[in-house]
């Protein structure tokens, strides 16, 4: 696959990527438009500048792994996966149906080139050190990639994870929190505060990166310092917004699991673009 550095080309893709997302939600009737839209510039700078992947040879032992953790965010998962050549563009408005590659979340029984079924949340960090474990060991130049969301690390799975990473010094793994600050129907600050949170994963010994997660070159920037960096694991704070590019979606937790209407997937394309 042909990758790019070029941040005007990265980001057509991500209008691209956000145009997939709220038709296939819409046609759907169901589905998570929020957090999918608030990771689109993190899975495409990743896919398509940062990753090394091929999707003609997706067993490629030396490849990089990625792992949606927030796995009910699939569509943006399946939109970038299609966009890369890892599965069919036209069939993305079959997400959700039976028998659909495109299940509402992600599931390798489908597709079987990704890392992980994901979707109960908590988990993708520590299948993540596994496989980061697994690639020290094999001496392979693998690295780790896995998006987490904000409501998820609330779960005490996460901080056993932060530890067990730190302590074993895996710095070939990189986590992404999309922060974008919302949770089921509410804000996270009033269903479990996070803060002061890069305090507390630097606490836990991992090297800490606060990032626009819209801005695809500062993003670039943030995994080029994670990649030179040694001795401790890497998280990226990455600090979204729900809904981001919808007007009538962004900051609003009624589109964390809602899917819009035909009227309003119509206004939502339009200020896509």
Excluded at 77 to 98: D, F, H, K, Q
Excluded at 119 to 144: I, N
Excluded at 182 to 208: C, N, S, T, Y
Aim: glycine letters at 10%.
């Amino acid at each position: 696959m042909k990758k790019t550095s070029n941040v005007p080309e990265l980001q057509e893709i991500c209008r691209t990527v956000r145009r997939h997302i709220v038709t296939m939600i819409t046609e759907a009737k169901s589905g998570h438009p929020g957090g999918s839209l608030s990771a689109v510039e993190i899975l495409t700078t990743l896919f398509f500048d940062v990753l090394r992947h091929d999707p003609a040879n997706p067993t490629w032992p030396e490849r990089d792994r990625f792992i949606l953790s927030k796995g009910h965010a699939a569509p943006v998962l399946y939109s970038v996966m299609a966009e890369c050549g890892y599965t069919p563009i036209e069939t993305l408005n079959t997400l959700r149906t039976i028998g659909s590659i495109y299940q509402g979340h992600p599931d390798r029984r489908y597709i079987p080139a990704l890392e992980a079924s994901t979707g109960s949340l908590g988990v993708g960090l520590s299948l993540g050190l596994g496989m980061a474990e697994a690639a020290r060991l094999d001496k392979s130049p693998t690295r780790v990639f896995v998006v987490l969301g904000d409501g998820e690390i609330q779960e005490g799975q996460i901080w056993e994870s932060a530890m067990y990473g730190a302590f074993h010094k895996l710095d070939n793994i990189v986590a992404i929190l999309d922060y974008n600050r919302i949770q089921l129907d509410g804000w996270v600050k009033d269903i479990m505060e996070l803060e002061p949170l890069a305090d507390k994963w630097r606490a836990f010994g991992w090297h800490v990166i606060e990032v626009d997660g819209h801005d695809v070159a500062k993003l670039q920037g943030a995994f080029a310092d994670a990649a030179s960096t040694k001795g401790k694991p890497t998280i990226l704070m990455a600090h979204t917004i729900k809904g981001k590019g919808v007007s009538f979606m962004e900051n609003n937790p009624k589109f964390h699991g809602m899917a819009p209407t035909k009227e309003e997937l119509a206004m939502a394309l339009k200020e896509i673009g």
